[in-house]
């Protein structure tokens, strides 16, 4: 059974720095890409960044480019999102997802992490 | 960036009623689709990908159709559990992009 495990969530203050974790399980990890989502409250999804199997290619939503940086450690099976100089609109559940082009989108999500970002 | 818009944005309906949720988007992307069902305090579930194939699972009372710019994901015969926020994820090149979202709650 696939599992996605997201931690590192909590309150920063604006121009703060988070890093979130996603463990990963039930699948070989090395094999698929990820991205991070978030929603922000009572609003929609928004996709924040991606990153291939290999992880040699990753990618950006412009609302965190050049502030985020999304990783992945295959020796840990784990999915990172490092994110500086936050925001009040980067408020939000952040969820981890398998997935990418080449597999149909997103197939398992895991439950989110809440980030709140506020003085 | 492809852009997403969903209609309707909200939908009230009964149980027993056959519901339709659209999808377009503002270029072509081929049958790069999938549709996701969220409930409240809940990670989003996938229900079709690749616009018309139904993750396994899911009841077949759910279906998608459409390519290129137009698609559509109805509900044949809306059940108790259905009432739920739907999306639409474009994922044919990054960025990403989901619909704004179509509240579907009971009348």
């Known amino acids: 059974e696939v599992q996605l495990l997201e931690s590192g969530g909590g309150l920063v203050q604006p121009g703060g720095s988070l890093r979130l974790s996603c463990a990963a399980s039930?699948?070989?990890?090395?094999?698929?890409?990820m991205s991070w989502v978030r929603q922000a409250p009572g609003k929609g999804l928004e996709w924040v960044s991606g990153?291939?199997?290999?992880?040699?290619?990753?990618y950006y939503a412009d609302s965190v480019k050049g502030r985020f940086t999304i990783s992945r450690d295959t020796s840990k099976n784990t999915l990172y999102l490092q994110m500086n100089s936050l925001r009040a609109g980067d408020t939000a559940v952040y969820y981890c997802?398998?997935?990418?082009?080449?597999?149909?989108?997103?197939?398992?999500w895991g439950q989110g992490t809440l980030v709140t970002v506020s003085s | 960036d492809i852009q997403m818009t969903q209609s309707p944005s909200s939908l009230s309906a009964s149980v027993g009623d056959r519901v339709t949720i659209t999808c377009r988007a503002s270029q072509g992307i081929r049958n790069d689709l999938g549709w996701y069902q969220q409930k409240p305090g809940k990670a989003p579930k996938r229900l079709i990908y690749a616009a018309s194939s139904l993750q396994s699972g899911v009841p077949s009372r759910f279906s998608g159709s459409g390519s290129g710019t137009e698609f559509t994901l109805t509900i044949s015969s809306l059940q108790p559990e259905d009432f739920a926020t739907y999306y639409c994820?474009?994922?044919?090149?990054?960025?990403?992009?989901f619909g704004p979202g179509t509240k579907v709650d009971i009348k």
């Open positions: 990153i291939s199997s290999s992880g040699d290619a990753t």
């Open positions: 994820l474009q994922h044919n090149s990054y960025p990403f992009t």
């Open positions: 997802a398998k997935g990418g082009i080449s597999w149909g989108g997103f197939d398992s």
């Open positions: 039930g699948f070989t990890f090395s094999s698929y890409a």
